[in-house]
Nanobody, 124 residues
């Protein structure tokens, strides 16, 4: 069974940077789309970025312009989310999720497997 594990979250000061990782076990992400989602306290889970199986990226309205990037390393079965210029409103649990077919969608219900999340806290 495919499982996803996120890592890299933590406490960071405003303006700081983090790299979040999502590593799959029990299966391959090779032909999957992988999305990153954020759930802020008291808020609905929202899409951040997605990368397709053909390495095409989709940016959703939830992210600030120019402050995040998604990449994938198929050899490591891992997807990364690079965050910079972090603001307090960026805080929350960040989840990775995957689905087939391998194109991106912002619709949460279309994703088939989810990680447990990694907590990002931006605070001074």
């Amino acid at each position: 069974q495919l499982q996803l594990v996120e890592s890299g979250g933590g406490l960071v000061q405003p303006g700081g940077s983090l790299r979040l990782s999502c590593t799959a076990t029990g299966g391959s992400l090779l032909i999957n789309a992988i999305g990153w989602f954020r759930q802020a306290p008291g808020k609905e889970r929202e899409p951040v970025l997605c990368i397709s199986s053909s390495f095409h990226n989709t940016t959703y309205a939830d992210v600030g312009e120019g402050r995040s990037a998604i990449s994938r390393d198929n050899a490591r079965n891992t997807v990364y989310l690079d965050l910079k210029g972090l603001k307090p409103e960026d805080s929350g649990n960040y989840y990775c999720a995957t689905r087939r077919p391998g194109y991106c969608t912002p619709t949460i219900s279309r994703y088939e497997a989810w990680g447990q999340g990694t907590l990002v806290t931006v605070s001074s």
